[in-house]
């Protein structure tokens, strides 16, 4: 049987902070017979009004369905969670935030209790869950088997991305989409510290940076092109050398304004590592051709 049926299969949520609460009401409002256990019982509670079954042990909470999701904090409670149940025969899907190879292990764990699985990332917040138009998803990797049977029930509370069946590249796709995001969180810090105290309000500077970083964010797609190529050189517009020259006027500038460079200076540095390495290969270079010094042994 696949969740296409009308009836809506029984499922199971372990783990009711404020995701898993937000899920757990999206697959209420669907209809789907739901399971819930939490370690703090008042939140399992506060959603039996709203038609969610309580157990009383993480133990029952997996005796009653097949399909087990679990939102726990962090991979070592699914461990606390889980060690003394019976995964015999369960489809587990994990939404719990782990690294890549905290997935792999959990899905050899899973597996060596009988149990397939499927790991997980949410890009979401708790507010977007299962608002429509909002951009929910969720990746999800390891069992296609498990992922196919019950994609219709994990696409209730947000759209989902299936990347794959080793288990930790959903941890991975989730992590290096997050990673960029404090990348920028760190830029647009530096530059709202860089006016204040200045006759320029923040809100002014608001609608400047959105669209500079809306015009500069071609550098996706451009570094990936050049990543897979491995050409750093053809049809560069802004070249490494007057870019490391540059950023010497960012510095100052963070120095006049008496602003610590501390977010920004990493990238910087790379830069100018990636020059002075062999300046005649790299002056005419993209910025992307830096990329490459990060994964050398020793510098993780
Ligand atoms: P919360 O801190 O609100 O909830 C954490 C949950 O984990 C609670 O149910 C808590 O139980 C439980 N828990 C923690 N430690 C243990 C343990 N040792 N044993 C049993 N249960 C435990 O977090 P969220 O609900 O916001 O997040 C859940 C997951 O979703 C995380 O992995 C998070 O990274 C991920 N996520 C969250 C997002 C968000 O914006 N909130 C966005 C994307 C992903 P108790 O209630 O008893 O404390």
Same mark, same amino acid.
């Given at each position: 049987?696949?969740?296409?049926?009308?009836?809506?299969?029984?499922?199971?949520?372990?783990?009711?902070?404020?995701? #898993?609460?937000?899920?757990?009401?999206?697959?209420? +409002?669907? /209809?789907?017979?739901?399971?819930?256990?939490?370690?703090?019982?008042?939140? +399992?509670? +506060?959603?039996? =009004?709203? /038609?969610?079954?309580?157990?009383? *042990?993480?133990?029952?909470a997996v005796g009653a369905s097949d399909l087990i999701v679990l939102c726990l904090l962090d991979d070592a409670s699914i461990g606390a969670v889980l060690d003394a149940a019976d995964l015999t025969g369960k489809d587990l899907v994990n939404l719990t935030t782990g690294t890549p190879a905290e997935g792999r292990a959990r899905a050899a764990w899973a597996e060596a209790r009988?149990?397939?699985? @499927?790991?997980?990332?949410?890009?979401?917040?708790?507010?977007?869950?299962?608002?429509?138009?909002?951009?929910?998803?969720v990746f999800y990797s390891g069992s296609r088997p498990l992922f196919e049977a019950h994609r219709g029930t994990l696409e209730v509370p947000a759209a989902a991305r299936f990347v794959g069946e080793d288990p930790g590249h959903a941890a991975l796709h989730d992590v290096a989409l997050l990673s960029a995001m404090y990348g920028l969180?760190?830029?647009?810090?530096? &530059?709202?510290?860089?006016?204040?105290?200045?006759?320029?309000?923040?809100?002014? @500077? +608001?609608?400047? @940076? =959105?669209?500079?970083?809306? &015009?500069? #964010?071609?550098?996706?797609?451009? &570094?990936?092109?050049?990543?897979?190529?491995?050409?750093?050189?053809?049809?560069?517009?802004?070249?490494?050398?007057?870019?490391?020259?540059? =950023? /010497?006027?960012?510095?100052?500038?963070?120095?006049?304004?008496?602003? *610590?460079p501390e977010l920004i200076s990493p990238y910087l540095d790379l830069m100018r590592e990636r020059l002075e390495s062999d300046p005649a290969a790299h002056a005419g270079e993209d910025t992307a051709g830096a990329i490459t010094l990060l994964r050398r042994p020793g510098r993780s």
């Open positions: 049987m696949t969740d296409t049926h009308v009836t809506k299969r029984p499922m199971t949520l372990l783990g009711l902070g404020d995701m #898993g609460t937000a899920l757990a009401r999206t697959w209420l +409002a669907a /209809g789907h017979p739901l399971t819930v256990w939490n370690r703090t019982a008042a939140k +399992a509670e +506060a959603l039996a =009004s709203e /038609g969610a079954r309580v157990a009383a *042990s993480p133990a029952e009988g149990a397939r699985f @499927l790991d997980a990332g949410i890009m979401a917040t708790p507010a977007m869950i299962g608002a429509p138009g909002a951009g929910a998803y969180f760190a830029g647009i810090s530096h &530059a709202y510290a860089l006016i204040e105290g200045e006759d320029i309000a923040p809100k002014d @500077l +608001a609608p400047l @940076l =959105s669209e500079w970083l809306g &015009a500069m #964010g071609f550098f996706v797609g451009n &570094a990936a092109e050049r990543l897979t190529s491995r050409e750093f050189t053809g049809g560069v517009v802004s070249n490494l050398a007057m870019q490391v020259a540059a =950023s /010497g006027t960012l510095l100052r500038t963070a120095a006049e304004q008496g602003v *610590s």
